[in-house]
């Protein structure tokens, strides 16, 4: 089977917005518990987790300790992003895990949960992940590929209780994020 997207209508297509969790809150360096795809409780935060990244500016995806809640779900929609090759559309997966990795690169990654900051961070090109269809449990796979790839090792990551600042090879590997200024002619 292939990614889920959600569907009009359905539990996961409406949920509610909820804030976000910031560094260095005890969640986003906790390793999050495998949840029962099928419990009510988990599609609901499954619908808030997909309606928080769909409200949260530049976000394109979240885990749900992002949101307070140290289960292992996550969302990822990258289909607006430029450097998007592979785009399962918006996805949202019960107790993922990654299966297979290749390729792997550094590349500039930033977090909602660490505003204003960048850093470099090797990881897979091509990925494999597989977990379960919150509502179903039905078995879910993933194959991606360059931006979607990157996102979706960056929620596992979030899952696992560790930052992408975890990941960057040193201090020279990270920057201050500069708020893009207009300049007015005179």
Same mark, same amino acid.
């Given at each position: @089977?292939?990614?889920? /997207?959600? *569907?009009?209508g359905t539990a996961?297509?409406?949920?509610?917005?909820?804030?976000?969790?910031?560094?260095?809150?005890? +969640?986003?360096?906790?390793?999050?518990?495998?949840?029962?795809?099928?419990?009510?409780?988990?599609?609901?935060?499954?619908?808030?987790?997909?309606?928080?990244?769909?409200?949260? #500016?530049?976000?394109?995806?979240? *885990?749900?300790?992002q949101i307070g809640? %140290?289960?292992?779900? +996550?969302?990822?929609?990258?289909? /607006?992003?430029?450097?998007?090759?592979?785009?399962?559309?918006?996805?949202? @997966?019960?107790?993922?895990?990654?299966?297979?990795?290749?390729?792997?690169?550094?590349? #500039?990654? %930033?977090?909602?949960?660490?505003?204003?900051?960048?850093?470099?961070?090797?990881?897979?090109?091509?990925?494999?992940?597989?977990?379960?269809?919150?509502?179903?449990?039905?078995?879910?796979?993933?194959? *991606?590929?360059?931006?979607?790839?990157?996102?979706?090792?960056?929620? $596992?990551?979030? $899952?696992?209780?560790?930052?992408?600042?975890?990941?960057?090879?040193?201090?020279?590997?990270?920057?201050? $994020?500069?708020?893009?200024?207009?300049? #007015?002619?005179?």
């Amino acid at each position: @089977m292939t990614a889920f /997207r959600p *569907a009009r209508g359905t539990a996961l297509a409406s949920g509610t917005p909820r804030p976000l969790v910031g560094a260095p809150h005890p +969640l986003l360096t906790s390793r999050a518990d495998p949840v029962d795809p099928a419990d009510p409780r988990v599609v609901a935060v499954a619908a808030d987790l997909l309606a928080t990244m769909r409200h949260s #500016r530049g976000c394109m995806g979240l *885990a749900a300790p992002q949101i307070g809640v %140290g289960w292992r779900l +996550l969302s990822v929609d990258v289909s /607006r992003h430029p450097r998007a090759r592979s785009c399962a559309g918006e996805l949202v @997966m019960a107790n993922p895990r990654l299966v297979a990795a290749s390729r792997w690169e550094p590349a #500039r990654e %930033g977090c909602v949960s660490v505003p204003g900051l960048v850093g470099d961070v090797p990881r897979a090109t091509r990925i494999t992940v597989r977990g379960e269809h919150p509502g179903t449990g039905a078995s879910l796979t993933v194959h *991606a590929d360059a931006f979607e790839a990157r996102c979706i090792q960056h929620q $596992l990551d979030h $899952l696992d209780g560790v930052l992408f600042l975890d990941r960057v090879p040193g201090a020279w590997a990270v920057r201050r $994020l500069e708020k893009r200024v207009k300049r #007015r002619m005179a």
